[in-house]
């Protein structure tokens, strides 16, 4: 059975807890070595770190910002790779967002998590094996892309839906409203070809039933760099009614988008 160690940076947790959580169940959140669980109030960082790297089948190094700027991660995925040229271990990197790859490391093929997005990159780590754990996720309700509000005028407002992280390729979505089809559109400005339509009734889980505005970018996708924007207009005397977002995540999967000004 594979031991793995997961080399990142603590701001990249979002991004790496999901993949160790997968990690776990297959193979056994013993044989994961992932600093939240692994290192326990009492152990000396250093030297669990040390006890970690001393023998992983795996180090899966995230490849980031802040991961680049990190003297311990530098040291981590250092270390794995000395033993990687002993053909002790095998060193995965793991690229999630635009960050240029170390150039010791361009001859190691990596996992393009910033290009791919999170699910496909996971069926690229994952394997073979279970186990349990008594770990408690901090980071399951994570969503890489958002929207903020900025109102245009008394009749306009532009949402913008960002990505934090890493590419999303499919940007289809539902503006939730009250209003009927006659008092409000949708568009997007800076693309100007969109697939859209109006849905009435649609019920939530919550019990709650709205009235939808279904928008997709043909051909697009949003990254951290390139968001959407999507323009709602409102008719003179309409309820000027914004209750939410959804995106599509699967042909039957909705969810709902968290504001980032919330």
């Given at each position: ?6 080399s ?21 959140q ?12 009492g152990?000396?960082i ?7 790297l ?7 190094y995230?490849v ?10 530098e040291?981590?995925w250092?270390?794995a790779?000395f ?10 990197p793991v690229?999630i967002?635009d ?8 001859q190691n093929?990596?996992?393009d ?7 496909a ?23 890489n ?15 913008f ?11 289809h979505f539902?503006?939730?409203?009250k ?10 400005p ?8 109006f ?5 939530l889980?919550?019990?709650?039933t ?7 970018s ?12 999507i ?10 009614s ?7 995540k699967?042909?039957?999967e ?5 504001n980032i000004q919330?």
């Open positions: 059975m594979s031991s793995i160690f997961l990142h940076n603590h701001n990249d947790k979002p991004i790496v807890e999901p993949i160790a959580l997968r990690l776990a169940e297959i193979f056994g013993r044989n994961v070595f992932y600093d939240s669980w692994s290192i326990q109030p152990d000396g250093i030297d669990a770190m040390n006890k970690g001393s023998a992983p089948d795996l180090v899966f995230f980031s910002e802040h991961s680049l700027k990190s003297k311990m991660v040291l981590e250092q270390n790779l033993k990687a040229s002993q053909g002790k271990c095998k060193v995965i690229r967002d960050s240029s790859m170390p150039a010791v490391l361009t093929l990596y996992i998590l910033f290009s791919n997005g999170l699910e990159a996971i069926l690229q780590i994952v394997n073979v094996a279970q186990g349990n754990s008594s770990f408690t996720p901090q980071h399951l309700g994570f969503s892309i958002s929207y903020e509000i900025i109102k245009i005028s008394s009749n306009e407002t532009d949402i839906v960002r990505a934090s992280h890493y590419l999303e390729p499919h940007p539902v503006i939730l409203t209003d009927t089809e006659q008092e409000i559109s949708a568009s997007l800076d693309l100007g070809m969109a697939r859209q339509g849905n009435k009734d649609i019920k889980n919550d019990g709650m709205y009235n939808g505005i279904f928008i997709a043909i051909g697009g996708s949003i990254t951290p760099k390139m968001p959407l924007r323009r709602i207009k409102w008719a003179e005397n309409s309820l000027h914004f209750e939410g977002i959804l995106h599509q699967g042909a039957d909705w969810r709902t988008l968290p919330a």
